[in-house]
């Protein structure tokens, strides 16, 4: 490919001298060379470029279509698959969602005129290139999501991971991610209630820092993103456009006369929480006020992917003068312009009437704006640099219709020998521990390795109470925010994954990561109501990745169905990948529920002396893809079996039970299995119990390490007050639910005490298990 | 003045007639963050909280005020050195430093508040970042030093409480002459028990100026001041949800003249 303008006529404008590729120009220079390639189009892509517009595009039209038109921003690789998630829609699931997938977050029906919106995004690559900056502004960006839908932010959740926890770049990473992370949010006054921290060498050269974001609005202060009403304004407000995160866009400057403009461009965005804060505030009075008719965030693809969203979603036209946006660079050229990431930004519509009340609140908070243009009946898409013309599109070819893929995809020729290859009996699996002193040892070195350790070194830096809303967080199984003062209203959130799991089996490791959040929610007090969902996976031009997200996409979609509960929103994150060795297919799923009143939540941690502790549930000999065999260095078979029916019945006892006053503690059991889940209730307020399991042996013909570290699913331990044991008993028993009684708690002995395993003090436990991230990361 | 959108409505508390006719001013910055929770703080305490804004230059009939915590203008320079110069804080410093009226104005300065004070030079010393570098969140024991400050009337000398600390620029430094100065005079209001979490100096954590009704800290008793939403401890059974209200209530009952 040779340079953009080659041939193109120079046009002097007033304000800056550009060469500036018009349409009139594209229209006269059919034959004109044009860097599709290095945009990341394909020849077919271009091509189809060319056939819509039935010209070839200008510089800043192409500009627009290859990053619309990328993996992130069209899904083109996943679009098929993901229509599952709208088509296996039951009438159940459909009862409370007020706005479905597709807007920038779905929308739940809380009840009491309130309405929540949530969604999980990715941020992987720029973390792995720019941990701090990365992370940061992937809070940035979902927070403006959940701005756009009109709602007040109200928490961040965020799910990590990371490489080995000994390479000597996980440090960087880690250090950061997790800064960045805390560094952002912390300033946007949101408290971080939550995710997960997972290290394995498959995500050394590719860490998923996803982040999730939960808001809240009345239902009359819905916004979507769409431009309706002709002559209505159209105004950017935030921050500045800068160079920031332009990556590809480089190609086109050749379009500049001078060589004096900065030669380098952080491909990475960088954040401005502060500006972010201001602007979530200033939105707020915008929606207050009703002075904005449709608002859009500004994303990936920046100013491209705003206009024509805006427009496409609309009355379907919008005119635009490019040279009215406020440049921190005034260097950059109108594709740049289109193109750049800037963080801190936002795009609305706003009728003549209201424009001197908008800029009253922009004046008020401080915030700079722009009036671009206004909205159109023309069905055209019109970008001007200085009243010449050099965009000209229906925006729904830049926005909607870029091109899908059925791309080629096998189940991997190495699954069934994976799968054939059982942890018990492994070469891994020899001197299983069974002594009372050995099974000590396992427990304590289980709570201490890197996936089961403390997370309070990561969470430590995240402010979790500000608002004063929060009544659960981390090291709790859900995130707990009250929604509304008078009534306690509020809601849960869980975000869940296994990527061992998926690597086994996806379409069963998906629904076991969707199985883990409900159950998460659930155990909380919560009721399960919806989900998000972040599918990171490797090349989807590897048939293999292809098989592994698309099955994923099916289980997910179907145990969706069994489990009665919605996808509303969320992500897909492609070529994840170390050098060419894909990340383990990670599904991060998100699920949502609802408390009538917070105040009833369910902690996980034990209390009070004396309380029946019950195990729910039933426990079988799977430990392929536990972290028992992961501590072993053994990942092979198949992972635990996936019961949905159980799942929801195991959900609505807990939530009953939370109800009604049953009781007081609950928490699920998942990776690290019954050893993990009861040093960790121990652990919460430093409370210990003494457990016996003989009955859970007997009845499931398990041994004593097999019922400590399996990973048998629908499983949980709850404390039941000694007055509501009859109820609590008789309840499961009516639901024909297995429960049983495993010990009491002891707040006097401070030793978590299990019959056939030797006396461990909590004082141990806690250094053993707080240890692990300090040593590695100071 | 533009009332701030808040989620749902005020907190339905029971009414203290006693002390709702006092006013409690509560500041918002750019960048401030925990405005709405010192609001709720004063609301739980049984007062009359009152948005005041940066750029008001008016304290309007307040009877009190609490400079909350965040990032006011993102604290990109030092902390609070730039909010230090918004219009309010002038009026602020007039009122409390008592040269309008012999009865000088109660302020209380949280974190980004205390940073604030410190800046406009009605607390002595300063704040740098936390001597390990990192932001910190955790539950924070403290020892009330000084129970005869205008926000801490309703607590006993020598009594520990707990409250949420969370901060990046926690240190608090003076010269060793102010420090002595300081604890000559009893104006070490808090110190921190246990565990210093940010290398301040003799664990200070929170101090006043000579007459007393100026006081600031860096941990957030307006975080703890409900039960089920304030310090859940790691280390015991809680309890301490509801430790922080003492400074909202000495600074109420004082107002309207029933402290002990």
């Not at chain 1, 510089?59 to 627009?64: Q, R, W």
Request: hydrophobic share 40%; with cysteine; charged share 20%.
């Amino acid at each position: 490919m040779t340079e953009t303008n080659s041939v193109v006529e120079p046009v002097e404008t007033s304000s800056k001298k550009f060469n500036i590729d018009t349409v009139e120009n594209a229209a006269k220079t059919p034959d004109t060379d044009l860097p599709w390639a290095e945009l990341g189009l394909k020849q077919n892509e271009f091509d189809e470029v060319v056939k819509v517009l039935g010209r070839r595009p200008t510089g800043a039209e192409l500009a627009m279509y290859s990053v619309m038109w990328s993996e992130h921003c069209s899904y083109k690789s996943s679009k098929n698959h993901l229509r599952q998630f709208g088509d296996k829609v039951t009438e159940e699931m459909k009862k409370d969602m007020l706005v479905g997938i597709g807007e920038n977050a779905g929308v739940t029906n809380l009840g009491d005129g309130w309405a929540v919106t949530f969604k999980i995004e990715s941020h992987n690559s720029p973390s792995f290139v720019e941990p701090y900056q990365g992370a940061a502004t992937g809070i940035g960006g979902i927070v403006r999501d959940i701005i756009s839908m009109g709602a007040r932010p109200v928490a961040v959740m965020d799910p990590l991971r990371f490489g080995a926890i000994d390479h000597p770049d996980t440090a960087r990473v880690m250090h950061g991610a997790v800064a960045g992370i805390g560094g952002y949010g912390n300033s946007l006054g949101l408290p971080n209630i939550g995710g997960e921290m997972v290290f394995d060498s498959v995500y050394q050269g590719n860490p998923l820092v996803n982040a999730l974001a939960v808001g809240v609005m009345r239902h009359e202060d819905i916004r979507l993103a769409n431009a309706s009403g002709k002559g209505n304004r159209v105004v950017l407000f935030g921050a500045r456009t800068g160079g920031d995160g332009i990556g590809g866009a480089s190609v086109l400057a050749s379009e500049s006369f001078d060589d004096t403009k900065p030669s380098k461009r952080p491909a990475v965005q960088v954040g401005d929480p502060f500006a972010e804060k201001v602007l979530i505030e200033c939105c707020l009075e915008l929606f207050k006020g009703s002075l904005v008719e449709g608002i859009q965030d500004l994303g990936a693809a920046g100013i491209s992917c705003a206009t024509s969203e805006l427009a496409s979603n609309g009355d379907g036209g919008m005119e635009v003068e490019l040279t009215s946006v406020l440049l921190r660079d005034p260097t950059l050229t109108p594709g740049e312009i289109l193109m750049s990431e800037s963080q801190e930004r936002m795009m609305a519509v706003v009728t003549p009437e209201n424009v001197a009340a908008f800029e009253a609140v922009m004046d008020k908070w401080a915030v700079e704006y722009s009036w671009l243009g206004e909205v159109t009946d023309t069905g055209r898409l019109i970008i001007t640099w200085d009243g010449v013309v050099i965009v000209d599109v229906d925006p729904r070819t830049v926005a909607h219709d870029g091109p899908v893929y059925d791309r080629p995809y096998a189940r991997p020729s190495w699954q069934d020998s994976v799968q054939a290859d059982s942890f018990t009996g492994s070469v891994q699996d020899t001197a299983r521990p069974s002594a009372p002193a050995e099974l000590a040892a396992a427990v304590t070195e289980l709570v201490a390795s890197p996936n089961m350790c403390s997370k309070a070194w990561i969470t430590n830096q995240y402010d979790r109470y500000v608002g004063g809303n929060t009544a659960l967080a981390f090291p709790d199984d859900a995130g707990v925010v009250r929604v509304d003062e008078e009534t306690g209203l509020g809601v849960a959130l869980a975000t869940d994954a296994n990527g061992r799991y998926t690597y086994l089996d996806p379409y069963h490791g998906a629904q076991l990561a969707l199985a883990e959040a409900y159950r998460n929610v659930a155990t909380s007090g919560a009721v399960p109501m919806a989900v998000s969902d972040c599918l990171n996976f490797g090349s989807p031009e590897d048939p293999d990745v292809m098989w592994q997200l698309a099955e994923a996409i099916r289980g997910l979609s179907d145990a969706c169905m069994v489990l009665g509960i919605p996808v509303t929103g969320g992500n897909v994150s492609l070529y994840n990948q170390t050098g060419t060795t894909p990340i383990h297919p990670s599904p991060v799923v998100a699920v949502l529920g609802k408390l009538d009143d917070v105040a009833r939540r369910t902690p996980s941690g034990w209390r009070e002396d004396g309380q029946a502790i019950y195990l729910l549930g039933t426990t079988a000999a799977e430990l392929d893809g536990s972290e028992w065999a992961n501590m072993r260095g053994h990942l092979g078979g198949l992972p635990p079996k996936v019961d949905l029916a159980t799942e929801r019945e195991l959900g609505e006892i807990l939530i009953n039970a939370s109800r009604d006053g049953m009781v007081d503690s609950a928490h699920d059991l998942s990776e690290g299995g019954l050893a993990a889940a009861l040093v960790e209730s121990a652990l919460r307020y430093g409370v210990g119990a003494r457990i016996a399991l003989q009955d859970v042996l007997d009845r499931d013909g398990v041994d004593l390490f097999t019922a400590l570290f399996s990973e048998s699913q629908g499983r949980a331990i709850v404390g039941v007050p000694r007055s509501e044991e009859v109820r609590f008993k008789d309840m499961c028993t009516a639901r024909g639910f297995a429960h049983t009684r495993i010990g009491v708690v002891d707040a006097a002995s401070g030793n978590l005490e299990i019959k056939g395993v030797d006396t461990m003090s909590l004082a141990a436990l806690r250094e053993a298990h707080e240890a692990t991230l300090p040593k590695y990361f100071g | 003045m533009t009332e701030l959108p808040l989620i749902g409505e005020a907190i339905a508390v029971a009414a203290e007639p006693r002390l709702a006719g006092a006013r409690i001013g509560v500041v918002t910055f750019p960048g401030t963050l925990d405005d709405r929770d010192a609001a709720r703080a004063v609301r739980l305490a049984g007062g009359t909280p009152v948005p005041l804004w940066h750029a008001d230059t008016t304290l309007g009939d307040v009877d009190a005020v609490v400079i909350p915590g965040g990032f006011s203008y993102g604290d990109y320079l030092r902390a609070g050195a730039i909010a230090r110069f918004a219009p309010l804080m002038s009026e602020i410093i007039k009122a409390a430093t008592g040269t309008a009226s012999s009865n000088p104005l109660p302020v209380l300065g949280i974190c980004n508040g205390f940073q604030i004070l410190t800046e406009s030079h009605l607390l002595p010393g300063s704040m740098i970042k936390n001597d390990h570098l990192k932001f910190m969140c955790r539950d924070q024991v403290l020892r009330v030093e000084n129970s005869n400050t205008a926000w801490t009337l309703d607590y006993e000398a020598g009594q520990e409480i707990t409250v949420p600390l969370k901060n990046q620029d926690g240190q608090y430094i003076a010269d060793e002459k102010v420090l002595d100065a300081l604890e000559a005079e009893g104006r070490v209001v808090f110190r921190y028990v246990g565990f210093n979490p940010n290398g301040s100096r003799r664990d200070i954590a929170g101090i006043s100026n000579a007459a007393g009704n100026v006081v600031g800290l860096m941990p957030h008793p307006e975080h703890a001041v409900e039960v089920g939403f304030g310090p859940q401890s790691l280390d015991g059974i809680g309890g301490t949800d509801t430790d922080g209200l003492g400074f909202f209530t000495s600074v109420l009952n004082k107002i309207v003249g029933g402290n002990k």
